[in-house]
């Protein structure tokens, strides 16, 4: 996939440090998007401000603009698991770091990769640590609390697309990339602990609930989980028409949802045995095809890796796309539930925070939004 990177400007230095960064606008959202209106009396007289929305979340305002920190492209974010932090990863070989809350600072930017950082992932074992990978082939785990790198793993060929940890016990590393490689990393260990070899780029990778499987999305379309035990293929997922460019598993482990350049999420059953469809049904040339969700595009000019994600209850999902937009979803319905606009470029993930009805999504307009939405 390296004709779908753009190639960051030369690096002007290889250090990594925490760097204190100042926020460009007042901390609040701008003046279009103050969900606020003038109440009047009967004279015309204007008594005051009245907001019009009633607040769901505890965001200092519904819809807020984080700015200021990158030069290029934001290419993903996250919520850290407690939800008090996000994260994002930009084609200036950076990752910023906020708060969630109160005035939103950006609280420090991360300097480590020589190339675009172009995924992340925290730590679902110890509170603090951030995983990133890169356009130059490595992944770095990096302390928050200290704003230093801990360790760079290093064994990719080429870019690194995706990159996820298990959700419990000794925590794992997967990493996928061009070269066509599937990674398992300790993320103690600067040596790979196996690697599978795919054959073709690697867009996408994510584990199992209980990580003895890999879920695989790359150029052929298909999502092959891996059993890692065999290192062999038990099933694939066929029903997407062009390259998968993010999969991310349910909060109960019982379905997967991906994104792909044919403009479509599938939401698909991923139990040991899923259950036949009826007689007649869409999902009978695959059984484990639940839902498809359409509304949204996400292969545009650019063809960047689009990213989605769940809600914490497993409801709803969300995704950025091509259109400038970031689009919602309720799962068995698949009806839209919000097209949030805002971003001036291509929305290239997003992620629902972890305990309230907050999203987050980036873009390649250099921006962050936060806002808050019905439970």
């Not at 906020?98 to 679902?124: D, M, P, R």
């Not at 052929?220 to 598993?249: C, E, P, W």
């Not at 792909?260 to 036949?276: G, K, M, Y």
């Amino acid at each position: 996939m390296a004709d779908k990177r753009k190639s960051p400007p030369p690096a002007s230095t290889t250090q990594h440090s925490l760097i204190k960064r100042q926020r460009h606008d007042d901390g609040s959202a701008s003046d279009a998007h103050k969900q606020i209106a003038i109440a009047s009396s009967n004279d015309g007289s204007n008594k005051g401000l009245v907001r019009t929305v009633k607040r769901t979340s505890s965001l200092s305002s519904p819809i807020l603009g984080l700015t200021g920190a990158h030069g290029q492209e934001i290419l993903d974010v996250r919520f850290s698991p407690d939800g008090a932090t996000i994260a994002a990863a930009a084609a200036d070989r950076t990752i910023s770091i906020w708060n969630t809350y109160g005035n939103n600072e950006n609280i420090g930017q991360l300097l480590g990769h020589s190339k675009a950082v172009t995924c992340l992932c925290f730590s679902t074992t110890t509170p603090g640590t951030l995983y990133s990978g890169s356009a130059d082939g490595t992944l770095i785990s990096w302390s928050l609390k200290t704003g230093e790198k801990q360790r760079r793993l290093r064994g990719h060929r080429g870019i690194v697309n995706s990159i996820a940890s298990t959700r419990s016990g000794t925590e794992i590393l997967v990493s996928g990339g061009d070269d066509g490689r599937v990674m398992l990393w300790d993320p103690q260990d600067k040596q790979a602990l196996d690697v599978l070899n795919v054959g073709y780029p690697v867009t996408a990778v994510a584990f199992s609930d209980d990580a003895s499987q890999v879920y695989v999305g790359g150029l052929d379309n298909d999502i092959h989980i891996y059993d890692l035990s065999r290192k062999q293929i038990v099933f694939s997922l066929r029903g997407h028409l062009d390259t998968i460019t993010s999969i991310a598993l349910s909060p109960s482990g019982s379905h997967l949802l991906s994104t792909s350049f044919d403009d479509t999420l599938r939401i698909w059953d991923v139990r040991p045995f899923a259950p036949e469809p009826a007689p007649g049904a869409e999902n009978a040339a695959n059984p484990r095809l639940h839902r498809t969700l359409r509304g949204t595009t996400f292969g545009g000019f650019e063809n960047l890796l689009v990213k989605a994600g769940w809600s914490s209850d497993g409801e709803k999902v969300v995704a950025g796309g091509a259109d400038r937009t970031c689009t919602i979803w309720d799962v068995e319905s698949s009806a839209i539930l919000y097209k949030l606009p805002g971003h001036r470029g291509t929305c290239t993930a997003a992620a629902y925070h972890p305990k309230e009805p907050i999203v987050v999504s980036c873009s390649t307009d250099m921006t962050i939004l936060l806002g808050e939405i019905d439970p």
